[in-house]
């Protein structure tokens, strides 16, 4: 089975630029998480969905950053412009069920993201 | 002070040691609680959920201690493979996974 599916790997970009990751859960999944994760900050959540509806978002550092999820099988994190200090690794994870987020969470292989 | 607290490590440790780790939580509503295993440059994995009353799977012992609010990792008979970061996950009811900064594990020859 495949497991959750993230794109890019690896992004270099400049600052300023747009940036797009993107994720595709587990199939039959119905809750997808993005997390961020720092040295200095560890793994926060930044916004997860149920049944591609948003959440909470209350992790999501900034207007800059987005997330959106137009279909079961697919997400995307959006940060514009995108700064130095966004330099991250991004995962993206899925869990079965709905019933708040005591599920196992799968995890993506991760957006290794650096903003020069 | 912070949500859920581990020490960082590194552990060191010679293969066929036992070691353990602790990571302790603030909110006393905490109810589910996890351990996941991340390798170098990798994503984290499900290493094993932790009951009330301890589980074991394989070398691995898990264990919550709600009074004083902590849940514990035995490793027993320890293994090269084992070297990892482990992090901790405590969830509220209704509140989102929160994971532990983690504590490094490296197991040496």
């Known amino acids: 089975d495949a497991g959750v599916i993230q794109s890019p790997r690896h992004e270099v970009t400049e600052m300023g630029q747009e940036v797009t990751l993107r994720c595709k859960p587990i199939?039959?999944?119905?809750?997808l998480f993005w997390y961020r994760q720092t040295m200095m900050r560890g793994l926060e959540l930044l916004i997860y969905?149920?049944?591609?509806?948003?959440?909470?978002d209350s992790g999501m550092p900034e207007d800059r950053f987005s997330a959106k999820m137009p279909n079961a099988s697919f997400s995307t994190l959006k940060i514009q412009p995108s700064e130095p200090r966004d330099s991250a690794v991004y995962f993206c994870?899925?869990?079965?069920?709905?019933?708040?987020?005591?599920?196992?969470?799968?995890f993506g292989p991760g957006t290794r993201l650096l903003v020069l | 002070r912070k949500e859920v607290e581990q020490d960082p490590g590194p552990f060191n440790v010679p293969e066929g040691a036992t070691v353990a780790f602790n990571c302790t939580y603030s909110?006393?509503?905490?109810?589910?609680f996890f351990w996941y295993r991340q390798d170098c440059r990798k994503e984290p994995k499900l290493l094993m959920s932790v009951y009330s009353s301890g589980n074991e799977d394989g070398r691995f012992t898990a264990q919550l201690n709600r009074a004083s609010q902590y849940i514990s990792l035995l490793i027993r008979d320890s293994k090269l493979s084992d070297s990892a970061t482990y992090l901790c996950?405590?969830?509220?009811?209704?509140?989102?996974?929160?994971f532990g900064p983690g504590t490094r594990l490296s197991v040496l020859p």
């Open positions: 996950v405590v969830i509220a009811y209704g509140q989102n996974f929160v």
């Open positions: 909110n006393s509503a905490s109810q589910s």
């Open positions: 969905f149920n049944n591609n509806v948003p959440i909470d």
């Open positions: 994870a899925s869990s079965r069920g709905t019933s708040g987020n005591q599920e196992t969470q799968y």
């Open positions: 199939s039959g999944h119905n809750s």
